[in-house]
């Protein structure tokens, strides 16, 4: 296989920094301890988001308020009269 792929990149275009090391134990995800930690960051890093995005609407909906308030009434139209 290093021959074919050898083959089709030109040798000028690859810099090996380090060569490759082969682990001694075999290497296998840990599932639950993934899930756990997926569940954990999650609950922790939603609910301060979640805060963030309810304050940051209720600044935007009173500033909204705030402006359709303090707008003049608009002209009466003129009676003929």
């Keep these: 296989m290093g021959e074919t ?7 000028n275009r ?3 920094h380090d060569p490759p ?3 001694r134990v075999p290497v ?8 756990l930690s997926g569940i954990a960051y999650g609950v922790v890093f939603s609910i301060p ?3 963030l995005l309810m304050w940051l609407l209720h600044i935007g909906s009173t500033k909204r308020a705030r402006s359709h308030e303090s ?7 003129p009676t003929g009269g």
């Design 5 to 11: 792929i050898s083959a089709k990149i030109p040798s």
């Design 14 to 16: 690859v810099l090996i």
């Design 21 to 23: 090391v082969v682990a």
């Design 28 to 35: 296998s995800p840990n599932v639950p301890r993934n899930l």
């Design 49 to 51: 988001c979640t805060l």
């Design 71 to 77: 707008a003049a009434p608009p002209p009466l139209p």
